[in-house]
Nanobody, 117 residues
């Protein structure tokens, strides 16, 4: 079982930046991929960015060129970050961290990101 805790959300003006952090604990050695998802009110949860254990990254088209997923090289399976630049009001959502370990997915509690226009 993997436990995830997100942090770094908040209120920011359009064009601003935020960095989200995801701290993983528990059965981290078998984590294959860590992802960031987001869910806005009335919308389905959607994939924002993902990074595999080999460091391969993937992004939603809506955030390419603005968001960057990375990990702590000293602790690649315990800390993952999402750097969000040039934020837009449509980026407003609760952001969740997800880890897949032995084909089982775990979720954090989420962190609110609000972008004002």
């Amino acid at each position: 079982q993997v436990q995830l805790v997100e942090s770094g959300g908040g209120l920011v003006q359009a064009g601003g930046s935020l960095r989200l952090s995801c701290a993983a604990s528990g059965s981290i050695f078998s984590i294959n991929v860590i992802s960031w998802y987001r869910q806005a009110p009335g919308n389905q949860r959607e994939l924002v960015a993902a990074i595999t254990k080999r460091g391969i990254t993937n992004y939603a088209d809506s955030v390419k060129g603005r968001f960057t997923i990375s990990r702590d090289n000293a602790n690649p399976k315990t800390m993952v970050y999402l750097q969000m630049n040039s934020l837009k009001p449509e980026d407003t959502a609760v952001y969740y961290c997800n880890a897949v370990s032995d084909l089982v997915g775990s979720w954090g509690q989420g962190t609110q990101v609000t972008v004002s226009s």
